[in-house]
Each structure stands twice: as C-alpha cells, then as structure tokens.
C-alpha cells in the first residue's frame, strides 16, 4: 500500500497523560499536514511542514501539542497532559506542490 | 460565520435520483477548490477539483461561481455506493506552497433502493 500510513489506528488513555502519532506520507511527498476532526464537523488544519520545516501552525496547536519532522519523511504529533477535549480524530495528510491533499485514515484518540 | 458553509443534510434519495449540493465561503482570496468524500469513521478521499469551467467525472459535475463565493456538486443516477458525507474544501493558502484547506461541515447523503 503507497498510501498515507497512520499509527496507532486508535488510543485510548487517561487523561492527563502523554501520547504520540506517527504518519508515512507518500513517499515522493515532500509536504505534509496535520488535521484534527471531531463528530459531526469537518477536519481542522493543525499544522504543515515542506520538507522537515515546519512552515505553518494553527492558533489550535496548543504549547501541549508539538510536531516533528525530523528526517523530512514520517512526521510524530504529541500532546502532553491530554485532556478531555483532545478526543478526536487526528488526521494526516501528504501532497506534492500545486497538487491536492491525500489523507491517511487516522489515529482515533479517547481520553477516559 | 464559517469560512465554509454547507447544509448538513441529510439528503435521503433513492437510487437514480439526482442530487445536488451547494456550498458557500468567504474568503474571496481562496486559491483552489475541492470535493472530498468521506464515509462513516473513515477518511477523507478527494473525489474531484472543482475549476472555474465546471468540469464533469463521470456522474459528478463540479460549478464554481467565484463571483457569489459559491461552489456545487451535481450526483446523477444515484447508487447506493454514493451514500457518504461530501465535504466542500476550500484552500485558503497564499501561496502555491501551502495549502491551507479549509472544510465545510460535510452534506451528508443516504441512497435508498
């Protein structure tokens, strides 16, 4: 499969504590976005790295949420003390420029 | 206001019938244009660009009225397979570098036989 890949599928964790996604964009992509969304509402845009900068950052990404990129290929998003409302799915996406986002099937995240 | 609205629907319509859905934004600098499919706890799939021109995918048909901020989706000879939630995307990037994209609330779509 040469699509975007996302792991975990789903977390659970109580509340309070850390956790960590991972994507593997398509591998020719050198750009890459993260999107969180919740019932009933479409994906936000959270971040977005060109390579291994992270260009751009949504006033939603609290300092509890960082993302990396370190080697420009798969990127990690943490949240650190996780609280109710980080329950969502979160969503990645890959594209090459002028050329349309394509989506993993994201990290669904309960927070107990 | 939303930057991009959509009525959530659902649409209920049996298979054959056709249906078109509308969506309005407000970022009248927005780049690009875009249809995504979702269905229930998936991801989102792009389904088609919408150009200025209209332009047509088989059964689909994208309009995009840049004047009225406006944007459709035409589906003809509805199956059941169509039965999703469509999300009207905006990309509200300033450059060609970074697309920015900006979803609606999605139009939800159930297919009957």
């Known amino acids: 499969d040469t699509g975007v890949s996302q792991n975990p599928r789903h977390k659970i964790t109580k509340r309070g504590q850390n956790v960590t996604f991972r994507c593997d964009p398509i591998?020719?992509?050198?750009?890459l976005y993260w999107y969180r969304q919740t019932l009933g509402q479409g994906p936000e845009f959270l971040t977005y790295?060109?390579?291994?900068?992270?260009?751009?950052k949504s006033r939603l990404l609290s300092d509890r949420f960082s993302a990396e990129r370190p080697k420009g290929s798969f990127s990690t998003l943490e949240i650190q003390r996780t609280e109710q409302g980080d329950s969502a799915m979160y969503l990645c996406?890959?594209?090459?420029?002028?050329?349309?986002?394509?989506f993993g099937d994201g990290t669904r995240l309960s927070i107990l | 206001r939303k930057e991009v609205e959509q009525d959530p629907g659902p649409f209920n319509v049996p298979e054959g019938a056709t249906v078109a859905f509308n969506c309005t934004y407000s970022?009248?600098?927005?780049?690009?244009f875009f249809w995504y499919r979702q269905d229930c706890r998936k991801e989102p799939k792009l389904l088609m660009s919408?150009?200025?021109s209209g332009n047509e995918d088989g059964r689909f048909t994208a309009q995009l009225n840049r004047a009225s901020q406006y944007i459709s989706l035409l589906i003809r000879d509805s199956k059941l397979s169509d039965s999703a939630t469509y999300l009207c995307?905006?990309?509200?990037?300033?450059?060609?570098?970074?697309?920015?994209?900006?979803f609606g609330t999605g139009t939800r779509l159930l297919v009957s036989p």
């Open positions: 996406a890959s594209s090459q420029q002028g050329q349309p986002q394509h």
């Open positions: 591998s020719e992509h050198n750009r």
């Open positions: 790295f060109q390579n291994e900068a992270q260009l751009e």
């Open positions: 970022n009248s600098a927005s780049q690009s």
């Open positions: 919408v150009y200025s």
């Open positions: 995307v905006v990309n509200t990037g300033r450059n060609t570098g970074f697309q920015k994209l900006v």
